[in-house]
């Protein structure tokens, strides 16, 4: 039979002051790490308050929308919208033909991962509006991989245009 020797009272004392030790420095990197985040938040606030600010002054509309082309954000909507694009495609906001040509450009944004620029003409009230549209691909990848291989792309796209009309080409 085997008896197994216990730890003298100054070898407990030793680990308990390695365990301690570790754990101010658990709280030091904490601490650390809370500054950081606080600090960055606050950067993000206030470039987010300039972002609004200067949106809010300018003739430009700005909105992403997810793969299936649905907004999922959108800061001064042009006239032809209506309040509530959120949740919505082209299809539900926009007349046909006009639905159609935003949806062949921004689909082909997702397909190819190419920025694109184009001029659009939509009609709001009875009066036809000229925008020019930038369309820009997103690419947010996942913080880590849950599975071997590659960390998949989430196609999304990130437009604007000038709400305020531009002369047609004569």
Known sequence: IRIARQPSSGQLREEIDRQLQTLEELRSVRGDLERQVAARTSQLQETTERFEIVLRQSPISVFSQ??????????????????????????????????????????????????????????????RHWYDLTVEPLRRRMPYALAPGPTP??????????????????
């Open 66 to 127: 997810d793969k299936d082309l649905r907004y999922t954000w959108i800061r001064n909507p042009p006239p032809a919208f209506p309040e509530m694009a959120v949740g919505r495609t082209d299809d539900e906001l926009l007349p046909p033909e006009a639905a159609r040509q935003m949806r062949e450009v921004k689909q082909r944004v997702v397909t190819s991962g190419v920025s694109r620029r184009t001029e659009l003409v939509l009609t709001a009230d009875g009066e």
């Open 153 to 170: 792309a989430i196609p999304s796209t990130l437009s604007a245009w000038s709400t305020t009309p531009v002369a047609p080409e004569a």
